[in-house]
């Protein structure tokens, strides 16, 4: 097997118990657990995918939620070329934070990162109050691709690192003066120095019971 050609960045961000833990873990382990582990700081994963003809590696860091971290994002976001900002359909509060996050995180990056915006918990539909249509039209508006999961259920969350890896790869080459198609495997991607900071993890998962 081929040593990794390209690594990305990619961070999570949204409120406390959104599910953003879940996501990851879903994606890194296949595992759901039914209790809130509220993270604390952030944690990071990493998982080497092969895509488009490449050997890729994700570093995703995963941070906490609760209001008292929020000054922490920074440390997490900059140097990302993929943001996962996550909301819960079933909590508005929850969309309005994501709402923020998208604000500041074009504010201080600009166009130099991949937003997505997930909307989670979608096993919840019955009791959703954010319309797929409101938060989809809100995405486009601010240059975001909408997903919508369901950790519990593992629906959405393999396609979402997918797509977004492929966006990320397809960005790096056009600033590269390069094309890369983000739906075929004839992509040739091209070096650019890592901004991959080394931040200690001080994840220390704690119970709440903030949701569940
Ligand atoms: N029904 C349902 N519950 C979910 C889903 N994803 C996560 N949960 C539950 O939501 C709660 C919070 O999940 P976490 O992944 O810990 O949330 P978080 O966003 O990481 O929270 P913080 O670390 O505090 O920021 C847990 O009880 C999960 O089991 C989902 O897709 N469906
Ligand atoms: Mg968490």
């Not at 440390?75 to 934070?97: E, P």
């Not at 709402?99 to 009791?127: H, P, Q, R, V």
């Amino acid at each position: 097997m081929s040593d990794v050609e390209k690594s990305f960045k990619v961070v999570l961000l949204g409120e406390g118990c959104v599910g953003k833990t879940s996501i990851v873990l879903r994606y890194i382990q296949n595992t759901f657990n039914d209790k809130h582990l509220m993270t604390q700081h952030a944690g990071f994963f990493q998982k080497n995918i092969n895509i488009a003809g490449k050997r890729v590696q994700l570093t995703i860091w995963d941070t906490a939620g609760q209001e008292r971290f929020h000054a922490l994002g920074p440390i997490y976001y900059r140097g990302s070329q993929g943001a996962l900002v996550v909301y819960d359909i079933t909590d508005n509060d929850s969309f309005v934070k994501a709402k923020n996050w998208i604000k500041e995180l074009k504010t201080m990056l600009g166009n130099d990162i991949s937003l997505c915006i997930i909307g989670n918990k979608a096993d919840l539909e019955k009791s959703r109050v954010i319309p797929l249509a409101e938060a989809e039209s809100y995405a486009k508006s601010v240059g975001a691709i909408h997903y919508s999961t369901s950790a519990k259920l593992n629906k959405g969350v393999e396609d979402l690192f997918l797509d977004l890896t492929k966006r990320m790869l397809a960005n790096m080459n056009s600033s590269n003066n390069s094309t890369i198609s983000t739906s075929s495997n004839t992509s040739q991607a091209t070096n650019r120095s890592e901004r991959i900071p080394i931040v200690p993890d001080n994840a220390e998962p704690s119970r709440t019971t903030c949701c569940n």
